[in-house]
């Protein structure tokens, strides 16, 4: 009797053994499904390697200290290194990169794309923002059909882009808008701007976390979703970098319309106000300012334009507020420095303010003071 239960055991042990490799190939199964599960509860809020949450995107981790935050001002040249107008704006914070407008076709490639080359060590772009559509600020992120634009530079990882939004009828937005599907095909997010705004939307962005006591605020200037505005640089993406307790004021070519919906944001004290549309007299608004009352104004222009912007006068006006005026036309590449909670300016032609000079003081009819 006994050996007849013995074998009996044996039997069922050898079942079982025999079993063993399927029921081990369960349990892997089962333990890697929980994994996978928690990590998904636990990332499900991340895109591209960042966490969201609550508005925020952390382009750096949580309690990241930040050292310093360098702000460029690019000089924008053409091919045959002629300066031409519009925007470019580089934000270093450590590994962070971050790039504003781009300028002309011809600045894109020759001056915006071997920037990009020298300053991203990582191959890492995490952000990308296009304040509107005209050609002085969009036109470098195609660049020349012979070269490569600031949206294309090889080898570099482009993680995010917040663009106006709105759709454009010029070859250049086509061959943007080409360029930009291609980059999402390969895994950059896009933004649009309005999205970003929309009470509705669970995963809108408002604020990029650069650190500690450190971001980039995307501003509800609210023309970007009016269709009564007729001029699209009142569409322009604005922005209010923070470091500590300075802060930095970027908004494109906003002109009066806009302006008031930045004065209704009630923004206060900046320190570093890039001027509005290079300097234009349909920007840069005494209620705006008298709002902001800006310690440093940077314009950011060519000394000749067929706009002949700046305009004297608004050089004037911004000087009732401050005199530490520089303008990438005088002063060549500018940067702004913030750190230990300080500002420090280098130029590459010298910290000369503009009201003294010989551009200003000299008489010209077309372009009085």
């Not at 191959?123 to 050609?135: F, G, N, P, R």
């Not at 917040?162 to 943007?176: A, H, I, P, R």
């Not at 408002?206 to 509800?220: I, P, Q, S, V």
Request: hydrophobic residues 35%.
């Amino acid at each position: 009797m006994r050996n007849k239960k013995q074998n009996i055991v044996k039997k069922e042990a050898k079942k079982l053994f025999k079993k063993a490799p399927f029921l081990l190939l369960l349990v892997v199964v089962i333990v890697c499904a929980i994994a996978f599960y928690l990590h998904y509860q636990k990332e499900k809020n991340n895109v591209s390697g960042f966490l969201t949450k609550g508005g925020v995107l952390y382009l750096a981790s949580e309690g990241t200290a930040v050292d310093k935050v360098d702000i460029t001002f690019l000089e924008l040249l053409g091919t045959d290194q002629n300066p031409q107008i519009g925007d470019s704006i580089f934000i270093e914070c450590g590994d962070i990169d971050i790039l504003i407008d781009a300028g002309e076709k011809a600045s894109g490639s020759n001056t915006v794309v071997p920037f990009i080359e020298e300053h991203v060590t990582d191959d890492i772009l995490e952000l990308v923002i296009i304040t509107h559509a005209d050609s002085d600020h969009l036109g470098g992120m195609v660049g020349l059909s012979t070269s490569y634009g600031a949206l294309d530079v090889p080898n570099i990882d482009y993680k995010y882009i917040v663009d106006f939004g709105y759709e454009g009828t010029t070859q250049l937005y086509e061959d943007y808008l080409e360029i930009r599907n291609q980059k999402e095909e390969l895994g950059t997010n896009y933004i649009n701007i309005a999205s970003c705004f929309n009470q509705s939307n669970p995963n809108a962005i408002t604020r990029f976390y650069l650190g500690d006591n450190t971001y980039l605020d995307l501003l509800d200037y609210q023309t970007y979703g009016m269709n009564e505005i007729t001029d699209d640089n009142d569409r322009s993406v604005s922005c209010l970098l923070t470091c500590e307790n300075r802060k930095v004021l970027l908004c494109g070519d906003a002109e009066k319309e806009e302006e008031t919906y930045l004065t209704n944001l009630n923004i206060g004290h900046v320190d570093v106000f890039k001027a509005n549309h290079h300097g234009s007299p349909t920007s840069n608004t005494t209620a705006f300012l008298n709002n902001i009352t800006p310690e440093y104004v940077i314009i950011s222009s060519s000394a000749e334009n067929k706009y002949n912007l700046p305009k004297k006068t608004i050089v004037a006006r911004l000087n009732t507020y401050t005199k530490k005026l520089f303008a990438t036309f005088i002063n060549g590449t500018i940067v702004v420095t913030i750190e230990n909670n300080d500002i420090k300016i280098q130029t590459e032609r010298g910290l000369e303010y503009v009201q003294d000079s010989t551009w200003y003081l000299n008489d010209n009819p077309e372009n009085p003071r």
